[in-house]
């Protein structure tokens, strides 16, 4: 007899029935139902592997000794980018911790096709993975595709370490503070590492060596300095003079300062709208910089008080204009003009890697403000500029080192650029340094050329074509 309906009350009645009548059959029904129940469904598929489900990067991280490095925090950016600069909020970032084997395990959401991702690891005593700024010595980018498990093992170097935390004048913690840890010599300026506080006003400095011997001779200071829009400007002493044990547990004050707001007028006297405005202190340490808004007005807040340089120089339309100031209290809503910035008409220019470079002169330096009178000058970046994978580049931008060299003009810098890429261990990759003045600061960035065969071959056109003006004249 069948029941006419398989409602749960009518089987388990059968079922009752069944076990009491035909207790073997009972048994050996339960065993069917049970092997059942595990088997899928028809046209069902298989249960499957939870890695099969989603894309993972995974690996294991030890230091140059191969032993495995505990509590490394791993970054991961997708899509690929420049880690030295990456930062959780613009880029995404998706993070994960070794264990005590090493071994780490991120998960990559929403991955539709095959991509290209940045790695970055850190741990306290040991370089960052994404290098220094001005050593790139590698990078860890990896091809992950859908709903696979990709593999990518790191090294980390040992390196110094250092750390604090930010506060205003009432020791409040400040979030969202800038730093740039810095080394210079005596006519130069290079990056070791970007990052900011986070929102406990805490940060963390990895790319420092241990000591300033490991970093190399030319190199007489190492500074870190911190800027926030709203705060003075403040930096530490040389790192390398401060104590082991406080090297971990820096405190730094950054006070309110002073505001000075109003309008840039251009020659014409119209707002002057996108024009750089900075404040400087005489006596040097403190900067500010700008960009003016639609109706040509700017806030610059957290200015040192005394003596200040207030100037406006756009190079891309050749205005400038300087004002000294004594400042002992906010300055607002005043006006300053720009003035015409003279420039021979006689400049030679020259078609560099989709640029458009011409000789630094003393006329130049006076007329842009630069510090040197030698180098090459960009005039027009050009439109694809990033795929040389130096930054964002702008008129007024000049290059003055390359290789290990300096430059005095368009034509040894091609000469030297040609001479390092043909050195079979650049892999068309060739260190160059140019200086640069942008809203949070100036100075110089040390950066690597990327270039291709046609790229070399297109110098030693350049060069060529400059030899040969050089004869005729």
């Excluded at 040992?158 to 004048?169: C, I, K, M, R, T």
Aim: proline share 4%; glycine share 8%; hydrophobic share 35%.
């Amino acid at each position: 007899m069948v029941p006419d309906a398989f409602s749960s009350t009518k089987i388990n009645m059968w079922l009752q029935l069944l076990q009491n009548q035909c207790p073997m059959v009972f048994v050996c029904l339960l065993t069917v139902m049970s092997v059942a129940a595990e088997l899928p469904a028809q046209g069902d598929t298989p249960a499957v592997k939870r890695d099969e489900l989603v894309t993972v990067l995974t690996g294991s991280i030890n230091d140059e000794n191969g032993m495995p490095l505990e509590n490394v925090r791993v970054k991961v950016a997708v899509p690929a980018t420049d880690m030295r600069f990456a930062n959780s909020e613009a880029n995404h970032l998706l993070g994960s911790t070794t264990d005590k084997d090493g071994n780490y395990r991120v998960e990559i959401p929403d991955v539709s096709e095959a991509i290209m991702i940045s790695v970055d690891a850190m741990k306290q005593g040991f370089r960052r993975r994404s290098g220094m700024l001005m050593r790139w010595d590698g990078e860890t980018k990896v091809q992950v595709e859908p709903e696979k498990t990709t593999e990518a093992d790191m090294t980390l170097k040992p390196s110094g370490y250092f750390a604090g935390l930010v506060v205003d004048e009432t020791g409040k913690p400040i979030a969202g503070v800038s730093i740039g840890a810095n080394a210079s010599g005596d006519t130069f300026s290079a990056g070791i590492e970007r990052t900011s506080t986070d929102h406990n006003g805490r940060f963390e400095i990895f790319n420092y060596p241990k000591t300033r011997a490991d970093l190399g001779d030319e190199f007489t200071s190492c500074k870190m300095y911190f800027n926030h829009d709203d705060y003075v400007q403040e930096e530490t002493q040389d790192v390398f003079t401060i104590d082991d044990v406080d090297r971990t547990d820096l405190r730094i004050v950054m006070p309110r300062g002073y505001h000075i707001t109003g309008t840039i007028l251009n020659v014409l006297g119209k707002p002057f709208a996108g024009a750089m405005v900075k404040v400087v202190s005489t006596n040097g340490g403190h900067r500010k910089g700008v960009i003016t808004n639609s109706e040509g007005k700017f806030a610059l807040k957290g200015v040192a008080g005394g003596e200040v340089e207030l100037s406006c120089i756009d190079r891309q339309s050749n205005q400038k204009r300087k004002l000294s100031l004594n400042l002992n209290a906010d300055k607002l809503e005043f006006d300053m003009r720009l003035l015409p910035i003279s420039v021979s008409s006689q400049i030679e220019i020259y078609e560099v890697l989709g640029m458009k470079l011409t000789d630094v002169t003393p006329e130049l330096k006076a007329a842009y403000e630069f510090w040197s009178d030698e180098g090459a000058m960009i005039v027009d970046p050009g439109t694809d500029h990033a795929r040389l994978e130096i930054g964002e580049l702008a008129k007024g931008d000049y290059f003055w080192l390359a290789g290990k060299e300096k430059i005095a003009n368009v034509q040894e810098f091609v000469a030297k650029v040609i001479e390092e890429a043909e050195d079979p261990k650049s892999e068309l990759s060739v260190r160059v340094v140019y200086s640069f003045s942008r809203p949070t600061m100036d100075g110089n960035n040390t950066q690597y050329l990327k270039l291709t065969p046609a790229d070399v071959e297109q110098l030693r056109t350049v060069l060529e074509q400059a030899n040969d003006s050089d004869k005729q004249e």
